[in-house]
């Protein structure tokens, strides 16, 4: 019987054990924690790039269209239309911000053929809100325009907003209206 009362003890104690499980969950915690702010993050980031690659997609489309139009007008504030010409035609376009005060959302459209029913293309998804949409033309006639485009994308994600101010001028290549 003395044998056994001299062999040293080889298992955990019950608050060893305890102090092991509670130390577990503190660093588990943490690292979920971490795992949950990077995601978040990531979600923000994502949604902030897309709308900075929707944004230079509107604007590119913008400026290419108004560099060969001529006889610009502002209609309404939030209208710019214009003469331009394609495969020989001319015609007016309009680029055009629209508000919806029951969603709450405002987007930027494009008539292609102000004369044809039908022809409105959306430049902006649904999931991207466009605010304070400002549109000016400076130059007197008989001198080169400039156009200055100024909006804002409202984004939001986790119940937070994020706005990113856009400004632009484009001056088009004609000198002379058609």
Do not use: C
């Amino acid at each position: 019987m003395k044998k056994w009362l001299n062999k040293k003890r080889k298992s955990f104690t019950l608050i060893e054990a305890l102090v092991a499980v509670a130390m577990f969950m503190i660093v588990v915690t943490i690292l979920i924690n971490i795992y949950i702010s990077t995601i978040r993050a990531e979600r923000i980031a994502y949604v902030i790039l897309r709308d900075s690659n929707v944004t230079q997609s509107v604007l590119e489309t913008i400026s290419r269209a108004v560099r060969m139009g001529s006889d610009f007008e502002i209609i309404n504030n939030d209208t710019l239309r214009f003469k331009t010409e394609e495969e020989g035609d001319k015609f007016f376009t309009e680029f055009r911000y629209r508000y919806d005060s029951l969603d709450q959302r405002g987007w930027i459209e494009r008539v292609k053929d102000v004369d044809k029913a039908g022809d409105i293309i959306a430049l902006t998804p649904k999931e991207m809100n466009i605010d304070d949409f400002e549109i000016q033309i400076s130059g007197k006639s008989q001198e080169q325009k400039s156009i200055l485009i100024k909006f804002a994308t409202v984004s939001e994600v986790h119940g937070n907003e994020y706005r990113t101010f856009v400004q632009t001028s484009i001056t088009p290549r004609l000198l002379i209206s058609n």
